[in-house]
């Protein structure tokens, strides 16, 4: 089994566990391992601990510390962040100069003085090629320049939050966790973003802390709007208290109503009313099937004439320049006026009209009209019309009709004829 220590490089960075490789390790004390950016000084943050046997696996990729640190290992680290502190002097006028649109955090050197780390952030790509020449022309060492988010400046910086202690990433949080808006609602806090931001001004990690305990509640709680039993008689939910595992009841006493604070275990969720199923025996009822006699014979009828039962007539409306059908009108009389639709209907349809001239030569047994325009000249045809027009005078001043649709009914029988 080996013995396993936590041990962390950066300040509130992240713990890495390394192999102890057989060495007394306390609480704070420093030491020099091995990193993936070369070897480099760190503290013990979590104290020596013996690695189970399921982790095996796991703990044979360790890497080993390679020894706790000396006098000179530690000056050789005070070395560097006065380096560092010179370093970044130097690197903020070099930013003005190229006039580059960044803001530099902070620099880190490697252990043994071979490399220069320069932080910072910016709010898109910036070309700082020109700006690591310059500065691996000063240092005469390895360059490097990261960007990094809002986040970890904070996290490097360091500060007070709105709650009044250190901020959670610069002191004890190891991983930033995904935060939403939607934690905020849930946790009935205020969308002021003012309110639920942090220094760095995104969502505060600490919304993320009771986000399980606010989910898993609100399913055993009754949710706002519905009724409830309680000691006092039945009301209405109207707030609940997630933390508290408290609801808010308002309960009606005549016209008067009160609202009163219960703990979840002394309130009961009243059952719902199942719909009906049995058909009402009015006129007019639904039937099992959940439609009406009238609508289901209604439906088998084709869609166009539901659509024509389903309008209503162009008449109904009292708009301008139209009239209502009411009782005593005189198109309900039967008086002379406008056809009704009915009328309109029945005369929509195309009629082949002939020429009457034509049918009374056809009785008094004279050729066809066409052969009498080719035989006879222009001049004994109009005699033939005038002779047409007295004759058919006298039947319109016999029969008059009761209105233009009855007169163009019987014309269309007498060319039948």
Known sequence: MAT???????KNGKIYNYDANGLELRLNDYVVAD?????????????????????????????????????????????????????????????????????????EYSFDSSKALFYFTANG??????????????????????????????????????????????????????VSIKMAKEQNLSLNPTK???????????L??????????????????????????????????????????RITNGDS??????????????????????????EGAETPEGTQPEKAEAAKQPESARKDQNRPPRHAKGGKGREAVRPGNRRENGEKGEPSRQQNQALGKPVMRENPNRNQAAKNGNVPEKQEKAEKPESAEKPEKAEAREEKTPEKKAEPSSNWADAVRRAIDSINE
């Open 208 to 249: 993320k802390y009771e986000q399980d305990h606010y989910e898993q509640t609100r399913k055993i709680m009754p949710r706002v709007g519905r009724e409830v039993s309680t000691p006092d008689g039945t009301g209405t939910v109207t707030d609940l208290n997630i933390v508290k595992e408290t609801v808010f009841v």
């Open 4 to 10: 396993i220590v936590g041990i962390q490089f950066q």
């Open 257 to 282: 109503s009160e609202i009163k604070e219960y703990a979840l275990d002394k309130i009961e969720k009243t059952a719902v009313p199942a719909p009906r199923t049995d058909a009402p025996a009015e």
């Open 35 to 107: 990193t993936p950016h070369g070897i480099d000084l760190g503290q013990v943050a979590v104290g020596c601990r013996q690695s189970e046997d399921s982790d095996e696996a796991e703990n044979a990729n360790l890497k080993k510390v390679i020894r706790a640190a000396t006098e000179k290992d530690l000056q050789t680290s005070a070395d560097n962040r006065a380096k560092e502190r010179e370093a970044y002097q130097v690197c903020q006028k070099k930013i003005a100069e190229h006039k580059l649109d960044m803001k530099l955090v902070s620099v």
């Open 125 to 178: 790509r910036v070309d700082f090629r020109s700006l690591v020449k310059d500065l691996a022309s000063i240092f005469k060492m390895r360059i490097e320049l990261r960007q990094i988010g809002v986040r970890d400046e904070a996290r490097m910086l360091g500060g007070l939050g709105p709650c009044g202690r250190p901020i959670c990433c610069g002191s004890f949080l190891a991983d930033f966790q995904p």
């Open 196 to 206: 639920i931001s942090g220094v760095c001004g995104r969502l505060m990690c600490c």
